[in-house]
């Protein structure tokens, strides 16, 4: 049986950095993304659960007064790559989600992993790894 490509399965777009807000991303529509958000705010994390967690950067946006992201990113093994989840909350399960620096063009592509946990982060960062 062919294993399954993990990153081909996952929800993706690219972000790039808001010119006049600096701290926000907004979604490049030509990426075709099928992401549960069109922006995020990206900013240092201010509560202690999150530092103690490692989190480098907090990442949140909302869709009218609903938040729908709101996860501290922690480095990975991978320079650029950073790990976080997504809690649903209909069925109570968290989802990963990687943002993949892009310093030279001021922008993130994020892969969101809808069903997949974040314990699956180290077979995701192998086979990206690997091409």
Do not use: W
Not at 92 to 105: V, W
Request: glycine content about 6%.
């Amino acid at each position: 049986m062919a294993k399954k490509c993990l990153t081909a399965t996952a929800k993706k777009g690219v972000f790039i950095q808001n010119v006049i807000h600096t701290d926000i991303f907004d979604l490049m529509p030509e990426s075709g993304a099928n992401l549960p958000f069109s922006y995020f705010r990206r900013s240092l994390p201010i509560q202690p659960y999150l530092i103690q967690q490692g989190a480098k950067y907090v990442v949140e946006s909302h869709k009218g007064i609903t938040k729908v992201l709101h996860t501290g990113l922690k480095p990975t093994k991978v320079n650029g790559i950073y790990s976080g989840d997504v809690y649903d909350q209909q069925t109570r399960l968290k989802s990963l989600i990687l943002f993949c620096s892009n310093p030279a063009e001021c922008s993130y592509t994020v892969y969101f992993f809808n069903g997949l946990p974040p314990k699956s982060l180290n077979k995701v960062l192998n086979e990206i790894l690997a091409k």
